[in-house]
């Protein structure tokens, strides 16, 4: 099993990943609600969007932009079940579990706290 830094590093390998960047208003507000809340956001993000068997819009779920976890998600490879599969190995078609849901949270909380 990775640890977290060797995703990262590995991440900042792909040239696709590596593009995304929190912005100065991202940052703000990480700063304005602060850690605890943004993870709760990133666990109820990723309980919502991608934890069911069969997600909605699989593949499409994760905006662009609009909130620095989707940010995050992009950069880390936590987009969709597609990206998980190819990056992590995680099997499609079954529901996420709590420990796998909680090492997403936790690279996607690594990653932004990089980017403050
Ligand atoms: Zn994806």
Not at 19 to 24: E, N, R, T
Not at 59 to 64: E, S
Request: charged residues 30%; contains cysteine; aromatic residues 6%.
């Amino acid at each position: 099993m990775q640890t977290v830094e060797q995703t990262l590093e590995k991440l900042g390998r792909s040239k696709f990943r590596a593009g995304f960047h929190l912005d100065d208003k991202d940052r703000q507000y990480v700063r304005e609600k602060g850690e605890s809340v943004i993870k709760m956001h990133a666990e109820a993000f990723i309980a919502e969007r991608l934890a069911p068997a069969q997600p909605r819009n699989d593949g499409k779920q994760t905006p662009m932009r609009g909130h620095p976890v989707f940010k995050a998600q992009h950069a880390c490879a936590c987009c969709c079940r597609g990206c998980l599969n190819k990056w992590y190995g995680v099997p499609l078609g079954r529901a996420l579990t709590g420990e796998e849901q909680s090492r997403i949270v936790n690279l996607l909380m690594s990653w932004i706290r990089k980017q403050l």
